[in-house]
């Protein structure tokens, strides 16, 4: 039966409390391993250990027990204890290789002698496992900005090839300053921005920012609490590295629960690049393969290499599980190399000349990343050598220099004006669909996808000539531009007289009060291009597509509109794209030329019976519609 913790104590004399307590701790505590995955792959990066059965020594959280601890002066050894634990649990992993355990560190352990790493490095030396194997979490949550020994802790445990990781960012106090004070290698964004991050603007404009300045700095971005695939997407839209959660898996205390990857996360990557257009290709053939040094070579390494005529004046440095460090600049050294005696100097083994300590942080990106989060890397870079450190699932790939990055992003410039029409200077198809394809994966606000088709538009062109049809092309375009005012609205023209419009955070009612007020202006301007007897008539007289004549009214136009409501998220193109095609079918026939549905129902059912249910499927449970 579990007691109170202090009806615990209170059964023991105070000095045999310590020893007492670690026995109990050591027969019943248990670790649980919770994957962190590779967002684009799936593939398991590393594992965080997670502390079970506290309740059985009368603590209800882990906090509780590490508290308890402290105050009976016996933390440093409660946290040894629980360390060997866990390195022995991730070392019998039968797949592990490269993967690391992220251990929580209690930030009143900074105060502890040596901060227990040569004890660690001991546990690790007797299951064959290294310090780059371990990363080492202080929670932003506890107040670290007060201590003394926060740079040194930090300082100690690089020397030992140990990584670090700030978890709860954004949820503590140091804020900022633990960025500064620990330059950590890994940033773990607290579950709080990342809940409903798809319904909440500002949530996702705070961890883009998040994410964006962590990879300026160099470091790695783990989303955490990401618990549905709506989730998933935002996080990797926005850029984050890793992702940890209840989508992964929950976290296990048994070994054959920890798998080398993890389908479900493969599979929405896979689904979501294929919706969206990869700039990865384009990265791959300006990515320069750099010779990268290990962190222990010598300084001898270094100087054969600059000897060897470099393109570049920089060396990329890894550590031993091939994760950039940084760079090393000729300039930081080159006093040193022309100086007499410099390069004796730096060959001194009793001189601290690891190459550590000349590495400087550089940016780092996936190869995965988006080209404009690249691009914002180095946009306040005056150094026109610099660049982007490139990984591959967290390993060194290559270089991506300042002057590649930057003729990529013109050529996908290029790209794009070839897609824009050249009569109007609106974007095109390609750039139509990908907005549609983006915004519907995208949930956090109402969206209305309005498609919009000339009526008797092939007669009037006719009757009138490709100059005046031009004209009327042109007005239109300038109704529609007038109309997306809006930052977040998109003005297409699709081709001939097709055109589209998508409108951001507007309701259905407004969205057709909208259109229909289109209609109408340009049903009344377009009129200026007929004579007289035609306007006055209503008509003209032509012949239709199979040569026959008869009448046709004056120019107007029909509209399709689908609106996607707020939470809705759609990667299945195809169901999309089919709706569409069938509102645009509708909106020709609809003798007010307006056909509007929300997605997943049929326009103008009251009932708003879901397409795929009067297809005989079932329907989708909140219309999560996805491959």
């Not at 104590?9 to 505590?29: C, H, S």
């Not at 690391?100 to 560190?105: G, P």
């Not at 998040?210 to 989730?231: I, K, Q």
């Not at 009569?423 to 949930?443: H, I, M, Q, R, Y």
């Amino acid at each position: 039966m579990t007691i109170a913790k202090h009806e615990w104590a209170a059964t023991l004399r105070f000095d045999m409390i310590p020893q007492v307590f670690l026995t109990n701790a050591d027969k019943v505590l248990d670790y649980a391993l919770q994957p962190i995955v590779d967002a684009h792959s799936g593939d398991v990066y590393g594992f965080e250990a997670l502390v079970r059965n506290t309740d059985q020594l009368g603590c209800a959280t882990p906090g509780e027990l590490f508290d308890l601890a402290h105050s009976i002066d016996c933390l440093p050894r409660l946290e040894l204890l629980l360390r060997r634990k866990a390195i022995g649990k991730f070392a019998s992993i039968p797949h592990r290789s490269a993967e690391k355990l992220f251990l929580n560190v209690d930030a009143r352990l900074l105060e502890a002698h040596d901060f227990l790493m040569p004890e660690t490095v001991t546990i690790l030396s007797k299951h064959d496992l290294k310090p780059t194997s371990i990363c080492l979490e202080v929670s932003e949550a506890e107040d670290t900005s007060q201590m003394s020994k926060v740079k040194e802790f930090v300082k100690r445990g690089r020397t030992l090839d140990f990584s670090f990781a700030i978890d709860d960012f954004g949820k503590g106090y140091s804020q900022l300053q633990s960025l500064y004070d620990f330059e950590p290698d890994i940033l773990k964004i607290d579950r709080f921005f990342i809940q409903s991050i798809q319904s909440d603007a500002r949530k996702r404009l705070l961890v883009g920012s998040m994410v964006d300045l962590a990879h300026v700095l160099g470091m790695r971005v783990v989303a955490e609490g990401v618990e549905t695939e709506a989730e998933l997407k935002v996080c990797r839209q926005v850029g984050c590295d890793l992702i940890q959660g209840y989508l992964v898996a929950h976290p296990s205390t048994r070994i054959s629960d920890a798998l080398p990857r993890y389908e479900r996360i493969a599979s929405v990557a896979a689904a979501q690049k294929q919706s969206g257009q990869s700039d990865s290709e384009l990265l791959r053939r300006e990515i320069r393969p750099l010779v990268a040094l290990r962190d222990d070579a010598t300084m001898d390494d270094v100087l054969a290499l600059l000897r060897a005529g470099r393109a570049y004046p920089f060396i990329p440095v890894v550590n031993a599980a091939d994760e950039p460090l940084g760079l090393i600049q000729e300039t930081d050294i080159k006093d040193l190399i022309y100086m007499p005696f410099g390069q004796d100097l730096l060959r001194n083994k009793a001189v601290n000349n690891k190459l550590r300590k000349f590495a400087h942080r550089c940016p780092v990106a996936d190869l995965n990343s988006r080209l404009d989060q690249l691009v914002g890397m180095i946009a306040h870079d005056d150094d026109a050598g610099g660049g982007v450190i490139i990984t591959l699932k967290g390993k060194y790939y290559g270089f991506l220099t300042t002057s590649s990055l930057l003729k990529i992003a013109n050529e996908i410039r290029m790209r794009e004006a070839e897609d824009q029409n050249p009569l109007t200077k609106l974007p095109g198809n390609g750039s139509v669909t990908s907005f549609v394809c983006d915004e519907a994966a995208n949930s956090d606000a109402e969206r209305s996808f309005c498609y919009i088709d000339f009526d008797h538009f092939k007669p009037f062109n006719d009757t009138y000539g490709f100059r005046t049809g031009d004209r009327a092309l042109l007005l239109f375009s300038e109704l529609i531009k007038r109309l997306a005012n809006s930052g977040r609205d998109f003005a297409g023209h699709i081709g001939g007289d097709d055109f589209f419009i998508g409108l951001k955070d507007r309701s259905l009612d407004e969205v057709e009060s909208l259109m229909s007020a289109l209609q109408a202006e340009f049903r009344h301007q377009a009129e200026s291009f007929y004579d007289p007897q035609h306007r006055e008539a209503g008509f003209i007289c032509a012949k239709d597509r199979t040569g026959v004549e008869r009448r046709f009214p004056l120019l107007t136009c029909s509209v399709a509109i689908l609106h996607l409501p707020a939470g809705l998220a759609v990667d299945n193109q195809d169901l999309l794209l089919r709706q569409i095609a069938t509102l645009k079918y509708d909106a020709k026939a609809d003798e007010h030329g307006i056909v509007t549905a929300t997605f997943g129902h049929k326009p103008d059912q009251k009932s708003k019976t879901p397409l795929l249910a009067m297809n005989g499927a079932a329907p989708p449970e909140k219309y999560a519609l996805s491959n």
